[in-house]
């Protein structure tokens, strides 16, 4: 089924390409957007891409900004579109980089492990049927001082009762592996995070279990899920985490609306397989689009408050706030756009219309999280905005 897929978007992509270039003839040409520094160091904002597109009256196109400039998918080749299309491995660049050989046609943010001995990756392969869909994990193990590698499948239980399963996490704990995925029922709008305990030697699943799902309790109400952010998603990590949202349908004359009723945040303990609510801080204010990283003890959210937008680190452990950044940043309708690695938030603004408006100017932000320390302030910068035609809307940010 892969190898259909692929061979459909690669003609998709020369078509569109094709289509493309008569579609740059006719434009006046892409404006160049630049990550420009106001303060701090420059090369704290060496591994910030921020993604978005462009719209003016003859197309939209994706771009992606750095502080060397902007890099239009219209202007990109063949070959880097194909790559970027099919590869989402932000964050997992250094393995590529490392281990060629292994990481070769191995994608996927939250497909990896590793530790000083280990670095595993996990998939899904799956056949969509008329009767029933087939579902298989595809695992692949690389030992660090042997440089041995091996691969084997695992046929996942009950996969007839499913129409998708995605990995969430994967964790080696006491020389088993741990999957954490999300699987959706065939016959109903249901969701249930599975964790799949495989004994690596004898290479099948030792157990299956359901640790969270979104089946209603209660009459026209619906719940729904997200996993929180990882610092780093390959870290080893005994839990993870998840928001649970609870709506309740209600129906009026002009039609039915969906109205929040509770929010719960809840950690999953991978090496005892249960669910356990955590308490948050009642500051929060939960938000689907804005969700919270965790790493280790600590959960970082960003929010607004009264001085604009705040970081704070919260330690589910203790039950408490450890400490709260004033950022200095507005907060605005249109929102923001955050991210935590190695200790560093990175914190971007993200106005409506970019470049129409020389007053939506979107501001980027690092701070060094234990101490409070702005280590670095810059700005989208774009030349000669006055003949720009169109806007720049902002849709996410990624670190390398």
Do not use: C
Not at 79 to 101: A, C, Q, V
Not at 158 to 185: H, P
Not at 192 to 207: C, G, P, R, S, W
Request: glycine share 6%.
């Amino acid at each position: 089924m892969k190898r259909y897929i692929v061979s459909i978007l690669l003609l998709s992509i020369i078509v569109l390409s094709i289509g493309a270039f008569y579609i740059q003839s006719a434009a006046s040409g892409s404006p160049q957007f630049s990550l420009k520094k106001q303060t701090g160091n420059q090369k704290e904002a060496e591994q910030v891409n921020i993604h978005g597109s462009y719209h003016n009256d003859y197309f939209i196109d994706v771009v992606t900004i750095t502080e060397n400039g902007s890099v239009y998918y219209k202007e990109m080749g063949l070959i880097d579109k194909t790559e970027k299309l099919f590869s989402d491995n932000d964050g997992h660049k250094d393995l590529d980089k490392k281990y060629r050989s292994f990481m070769r046609g191995k994608t996927g943010s939250n497909s990896f492990y590793e530790d000083g001995d280990y670095l595993i990756y996990g998939d899904v392969d799956y056949h969509f049927g008329q009767m029933a869909n087939d579902f298989t994990f595809t695992l692949s193990m690389l030992e660090k001082d042997s440089e041995t590698e091996k691969s084997f499948k695992v046929e996942i239980p009950n996969k007839e009762k499913y129409s998708f399963i995605s990995i969430e996490d994967i964790q080696l704990i006491d020389n088993k592996l741990k999957i954490l995925t999300r699987n959706e029922d065939y016959d109903s709008d249901n969701t249930e995070v599975h964790l799949y305990t495989i004994n690596v030697a004898a290479k099948e699943i030792d157990q299956d279990k359901i640790v969270l799902s979104t089946r209603s309790e209660g009459k026209n109400l619906s719940t729904y899920l997200q996993q929180l952010n990882q610092t780093n998603t390959r870290q080893p990590s005994k839990f993870t985490f998840y928001f649970k949202d609870i709506s309740k349908d209600i129906e009026k004359e002009e039609g039915t609306y969906s109205e929040r009723i509770n929010t719960e945040l809840v950690m999953i303990d991978l090496d005892k397989g249960k669910g356990i609510k955590v308490e948050s801080p009642k500051e929060y204010q939960y938000n689907a689009n804005m969700l919270p990283y965790y790493d280790g003890e600590m959960i970082y959210f960003a929010q607004p408050g009264e001085n604009g937008l705040q970081l704070v680190t919260y330690s589910h452990k203790d039950g408490r706030i450890v400490n709260s950044i004033e950022t200095g940043l507005a907060h605005s309708e249109a929102g923001f756009q955050f991210a935590v690695k190695n200790g560093k938030a990175y914190i971007l603004t993200t106005p409506d219309r970019i470049g129409q408006n020389p007053s939506s100017v979107p501001s980027l932000k690092i701070f060094e999280i234990k101490s409070g320390k702005e280590l670095y302030q810059g700005v989208v910068e774009l030349k000669n905005q006055n003949k720009t035609e169109g806007y720049l809307m902002i849709d996410w940010l990624t670190l390398e």
